[in-house]
Protein backbone atom coordinates (compact mmCIF):
# COMPACT_ATOMS: atom_id res chain seq x y z
CA UNK A 1 0.00 0.00 0.00
CA UNK A 2 1.29 3.89 -0.99
CA UNK A 3 2.28 5.67 2.15
CA UNK A 4 0.19 8.75 2.64
CA UNK A 5 1.03 12.12 4.14
CA UNK A 6 -1.46 10.87 6.95
CA UNK A 7 0.81 7.67 7.97
CA UNK A 8 3.30 10.43 8.51
CA UNK A 9 2.23 13.62 10.49
CA UNK A 10 1.53 13.71 14.38
CA UNK A 11 -2.16 13.75 15.16
CA UNK A 12 -3.38 17.19 16.31
CA UNK A 13 -2.83 16.48 20.40
CA UNK A 14 0.75 15.10 19.36
CA UNK A 15 1.88 18.00 17.48
CA UNK A 16 5.09 19.54 18.60
CA UNK A 17 5.72 23.25 18.14
CA UNK A 18 8.18 24.90 15.77
CA UNK A 19 11.05 27.63 17.08
CA UNK A 20 12.25 30.52 15.14
CA UNK A 21 14.61 33.02 16.10
CA UNK A 22 11.82 35.07 17.03
CA UNK A 23 8.53 33.07 16.74
CA UNK A 24 6.40 29.67 17.73
CA UNK A 25 3.82 28.13 15.75
CA UNK A 26 2.56 25.93 17.62
CA UNK A 27 -1.31 23.82 17.37
CA UNK A 28 -4.27 25.60 17.83
CA UNK A 29 -5.83 26.02 21.28
CA UNK A 30 -9.84 27.74 22.21
CA UNK A 31 -7.72 30.29 24.57
CA UNK A 32 -6.72 31.65 20.69
CA UNK A 33 -10.29 32.37 19.63
CA UNK A 34 -10.41 35.91 20.78
CA UNK A 35 -7.76 37.05 18.44
CA UNK A 36 -8.30 35.10 15.72
CA UNK A 37 -11.68 36.90 15.56
CA UNK A 38 -9.54 40.08 15.64
CA UNK A 39 -7.47 38.31 12.88
CA UNK A 40 -10.16 37.78 10.73
CA UNK A 41 -11.99 40.44 10.80
CA UNK A 42 -9.78 42.92 9.60
CA UNK A 43 -11.08 43.60 6.05
CA UNK A 44 -7.25 44.42 4.98
CA UNK A 45 -6.22 40.48 5.53
CA UNK A 46 -9.17 38.55 4.81
CA UNK A 47 -9.96 40.49 1.24
CA UNK A 48 -6.47 38.81 0.43
CA UNK A 49 -8.10 34.76 1.47
CA UNK A 50 -10.24 32.40 -0.10
CA UNK A 51 -13.10 33.83 1.73
CA UNK A 52 -12.53 37.47 0.87
CA UNK A 53 -15.33 38.92 3.36
CA UNK A 54 -14.21 39.07 7.01
CA UNK A 55 -16.22 36.70 9.56
CA UNK A 56 -19.48 38.44 10.55
CA UNK A 57 -19.84 36.57 14.24
CA UNK A 58 -17.14 35.10 16.86
CA UNK A 59 -18.76 31.64 16.30
CA UNK A 60 -17.65 31.75 12.66
CA UNK A 61 -14.52 32.41 13.89
CA UNK A 62 -14.97 29.53 16.42
CA UNK A 63 -16.48 26.87 13.48
CA UNK A 64 -13.19 27.81 11.53
CA UNK A 65 -11.17 26.95 14.36
CA UNK A 66 -12.16 23.39 15.12
CA UNK A 67 -11.33 22.30 11.51
CA UNK A 68 -7.64 22.91 12.80
CA UNK A 69 -8.32 20.80 16.23
CA UNK A 70 -10.19 17.86 15.98
CA UNK A 71 -7.98 15.03 16.92
CA UNK A 72 -10.23 12.27 16.30
CA UNK A 73 -9.98 13.00 12.67
CA UNK A 74 -9.09 10.16 10.67
CA UNK A 75 -7.04 10.79 8.01
CA UNK A 76 -5.80 14.19 9.17
CA UNK A 77 -6.77 16.56 6.91
CA UNK A 78 -4.52 19.47 7.75
CA UNK A 79 -1.47 21.25 8.99
CA UNK A 80 -2.17 24.11 10.80
CA UNK A 81 -0.40 26.53 12.97
CA UNK A 82 -0.66 29.80 15.33
CA UNK A 83 2.17 32.03 15.20
CA UNK A 84 3.29 33.81 18.29
CA UNK A 85 6.48 36.41 19.25
CA UNK A 86 8.26 34.20 21.30
CA UNK A 87 7.74 36.13 25.18
CA UNK A 88 11.55 34.64 25.54
CA UNK A 89 12.64 37.48 23.17
CA UNK A 90 11.58 40.45 24.78
CA UNK A 91 10.52 41.22 20.81
CA UNK A 92 7.03 42.32 21.40
CA UNK A 93 5.72 45.52 19.34
CA UNK A 94 4.90 48.68 21.84
CA UNK A 95 1.39 47.90 20.31
CA UNK A 96 1.46 43.78 21.07
CA UNK A 97 1.44 42.91 24.20
CA UNK A 98 1.34 39.37 25.42
CA UNK A 99 -2.63 38.36 25.48
CA UNK A 100 -3.50 38.12 28.68
CA UNK A 101 -5.76 35.20 27.88
CA UNK A 102 -3.77 33.10 26.40
CA UNK A 103 -1.62 30.93 29.02
CA UNK A 104 1.71 30.62 27.25
CA UNK A 105 2.05 34.20 27.50
CA UNK A 106 3.08 35.28 24.04
CA UNK A 107 1.14 37.17 21.88
CA UNK A 108 -0.58 35.86 18.97
CA UNK A 109 0.78 37.60 15.38
CA UNK A 110 -1.12 35.24 13.25
CA UNK A 111 -1.46 31.42 11.34
CA UNK A 112 0.80 29.27 8.68
CA UNK A 113 0.46 26.32 7.64
CA UNK A 114 -1.25 23.51 5.66
CA UNK A 115 -5.14 24.19 5.99
CA UNK A 116 -5.75 21.44 3.54
CA UNK A 117 -3.61 18.02 2.65
CA UNK A 118 -5.13 18.14 -0.83
CA UNK A 119 -6.37 20.70 -3.03
CA UNK A 120 -8.83 18.50 -5.05
CA UNK A 121 -10.37 19.28 -7.23
CA UNK A 122 -7.49 21.26 -8.91
CA UNK A 123 -4.28 19.47 -7.23
CA UNK A 124 -3.82 16.53 -5.27
CA UNK A 125 -1.03 18.29 -3.64
CA UNK A 126 -1.37 20.00 -0.14
CA UNK A 127 -2.37 23.41 0.18
CA UNK A 128 -0.25 26.37 2.19
CA UNK A 129 -1.29 29.27 3.69
CA UNK A 130 -0.74 32.16 5.91
CA UNK A 131 -2.25 35.70 7.92
CA UNK A 132 -0.56 37.97 9.64
CA UNK A 133 -2.03 40.99 11.42
CA UNK A 134 -1.75 43.96 10.08
CA UNK A 135 0.15 45.58 13.03
CA UNK A 136 3.20 42.91 12.69
CA UNK A 137 3.59 43.48 8.88
CA UNK A 138 7.05 44.49 7.40
CA UNK A 139 9.11 43.18 10.06
CA UNK A 140 10.13 39.76 8.33
CA UNK A 141 7.94 37.88 10.48
CA UNK A 142 5.57 35.75 7.86
CA UNK A 143 9.05 34.91 5.79
CA UNK A 144 10.52 33.82 9.15
CA UNK A 145 7.38 31.73 9.67
CA UNK A 146 7.24 30.00 6.50
CA UNK A 147 10.97 29.30 6.60
CA UNK A 148 10.45 27.48 9.99
CA UNK A 149 7.28 25.44 8.55
CA UNK A 150 9.09 24.34 5.53
CA UNK A 151 12.25 23.14 7.72
CA UNK A 152 9.85 21.27 10.20
CA UNK A 153 8.07 19.97 7.04
CA UNK A 154 11.19 18.44 5.90
CA UNK A 155 12.31 17.39 8.75
CA UNK A 156 9.42 15.37 8.94
CA UNK A 157 8.59 13.79 5.51
CA UNK A 158 12.64 12.73 5.57
CA UNK A 159 11.71 10.67 8.80
CA UNK A 160 8.73 9.35 7.05
CA UNK A 161 11.17 8.38 3.67
CA UNK A 162 13.10 6.68 6.55
CA UNK A 163 10.89 4.83 8.81
CA UNK A 164 8.32 4.07 5.77
CA UNK A 165 11.27 2.82 3.46
CA UNK A 166 10.26 5.79 0.55
CA UNK A 167 13.09 5.86 -1.79
CA UNK A 168 13.95 10.29 -2.05
CA UNK A 169 12.83 11.49 -5.38
CA UNK A 170 10.28 8.66 -5.67
CA UNK A 171 6.92 9.37 -8.08
CA UNK A 172 5.29 10.26 -5.28
CA UNK A 173 7.02 13.04 -3.60
CA UNK A 174 5.43 14.00 -0.17
CA UNK A 175 7.31 17.04 -0.01
CA UNK A 176 5.56 19.05 -2.22
CA UNK A 177 3.45 21.44 -1.63
CA UNK A 178 1.39 24.46 -2.95
CA UNK A 179 0.13 27.84 -2.82
CA UNK A 180 -2.22 30.28 -4.17
CA UNK A 181 -2.06 33.83 -4.14
CA UNK A 182 -3.80 37.03 -5.87
CA UNK A 183 -2.00 38.43 -8.59
CA UNK A 184 -2.46 41.75 -6.93
CA UNK A 185 -0.89 40.29 -3.44
CA UNK A 186 2.48 41.81 -4.28
CA UNK A 187 3.88 41.34 -0.41
CA UNK A 188 2.60 37.56 -0.05
CA UNK A 189 4.40 36.89 -3.84
CA UNK A 190 7.56 38.48 -2.08
CA UNK A 191 7.19 35.83 1.04
CA UNK A 192 6.88 33.03 -1.22
CA UNK A 193 9.63 34.07 -4.07
CA UNK A 194 12.05 34.55 -0.69
CA UNK A 195 11.29 31.28 0.30
CA UNK A 196 11.87 29.20 -2.71
CA UNK A 197 8.51 28.85 -4.13
CA UNK A 198 7.52 29.70 -8.08
CA UNK A 199 5.06 30.53 -9.91
CA UNK A 200 4.10 27.35 -12.34
CA UNK A 201 0.19 28.88 -13.44
CA UNK A 202 -1.11 31.67 -14.17
CA UNK A 203 -4.86 31.54 -14.45
CA UNK A 204 -8.22 33.88 -14.24
CA UNK A 205 -11.16 32.86 -12.73
CA UNK A 206 -14.35 34.53 -12.61
CA UNK A 207 -12.23 37.42 -13.02
CA UNK A 208 -10.14 37.34 -10.31
CA UNK A 209 -6.09 36.65 -11.40
CA UNK A 210 -4.55 34.33 -9.25
CA UNK A 211 -0.64 32.75 -9.28
CA UNK A 212 -0.92 29.18 -8.59
CA UNK A 213 3.25 28.69 -6.47
CA UNK A 214 4.58 25.53 -5.60
CA UNK A 215 7.79 24.99 -3.34
CA UNK A 216 11.01 24.37 -5.16
CA UNK A 217 11.30 20.67 -3.15
CA UNK A 218 15.03 21.25 -3.58
CA UNK A 219 14.90 23.86 -0.85
CA UNK A 220 16.01 24.35 2.50
CA UNK A 221 15.96 26.44 5.20
CA UNK A 222 19.00 27.09 7.20
CA UNK A 223 17.10 29.39 9.55
CA UNK A 224 17.79 28.67 13.27
CA UNK A 225 15.36 27.07 15.38
CA UNK A 226 16.67 27.40 18.38
C1 LIG B 1 1.30 38.80 3.05
C2 LIG B 1 1.66 38.92 4.52
C3 LIG B 1 1.54 37.56 5.17
C4 LIG B 1 3.12 39.41 4.64
O1 LIG B 1 3.47 39.46 6.02
P1 LIG B 1 4.77 40.23 6.50
O2 LIG B 1 5.09 39.75 7.87
O3 LIG B 1 4.62 41.68 6.30
O4 LIG B 1 5.85 39.67 5.46
P2 LIG B 1 7.43 39.91 5.47
O5 LIG B 1 7.75 41.11 6.29
O6 LIG B 1 8.10 38.63 5.81
O7 LIG B 1 7.73 40.19 3.92
C5 LIG B 1 6.91 41.09 3.20
C6 LIG B 1 7.58 41.41 1.89
O8 LIG B 1 6.64 42.05 1.01
C7 LIG B 1 7.23 43.23 0.52
N1 LIG B 1 6.18 44.18 0.22
C8 LIG B 1 5.34 44.79 1.08
N2 LIG B 1 4.50 45.61 0.39
C9 LIG B 1 4.82 45.47 -0.91
C10 LIG B 1 4.31 46.03 -2.12
N3 LIG B 1 3.28 46.88 -2.11
N4 LIG B 1 4.88 45.67 -3.29
C11 LIG B 1 5.89 44.80 -3.32
N5 LIG B 1 6.41 44.21 -2.23
C12 LIG B 1 5.88 44.56 -1.03
C13 LIG B 1 8.12 43.68 1.64
O9 LIG B 1 9.07 44.61 1.19
C14 LIG B 1 8.74 42.35 2.04
O10 LIG B 1 9.72 41.91 1.13
P3 LIG B 1 11.30 42.21 1.37
O11 LIG B 1 11.67 41.58 2.67
O12 LIG B 1 11.94 41.55 0.21
O13 LIG B 1 11.43 43.70 1.41
C15 LIG B 1 0.75 39.92 5.28
O14 LIG B 1 0.79 41.12 4.57
C16 LIG B 1 -0.68 39.47 5.39
O15 LIG B 1 -1.06 38.80 6.34
N6 LIG B 1 -1.51 39.86 4.42
C17 LIG B 1 -2.95 39.55 4.45
C18 LIG B 1 -3.25 38.07 4.26
C19 LIG B 1 -2.54 37.50 3.06
O16 LIG B 1 -2.30 38.17 2.07
N7 LIG B 1 -2.24 36.22 3.16
C20 LIG B 1 -1.66 35.49 2.05
C21 LIG B 1 -2.75 35.04 1.13
S1 LIG B 1 -2.03 34.25 -0.27
Not at 147 to 173: C, M, N, V
Request: include cysteine; proline fraction near 6%; aromatic fraction near 10%.
Amino acid sequence: METSLQDLLPPYSRTQAIYTSRLILRPFQWTDLESLYRLRTAPEVMQWTSQVQTDSSIQQTREWMQRYMDDTETPRRNFNFIVTLRADKDNHPDELQPNSFSDDNSAIIGVCGLTSLDSLPVSPLPSFGYMFLPETWGKGYATEAVLGFQKEWKRLIDLGHQTHSIPLGSRHDLYDIRAVTLEANLPSASVLRKCGWSVYEAVEINGEKLLRWVLDRSVSSDLSTS
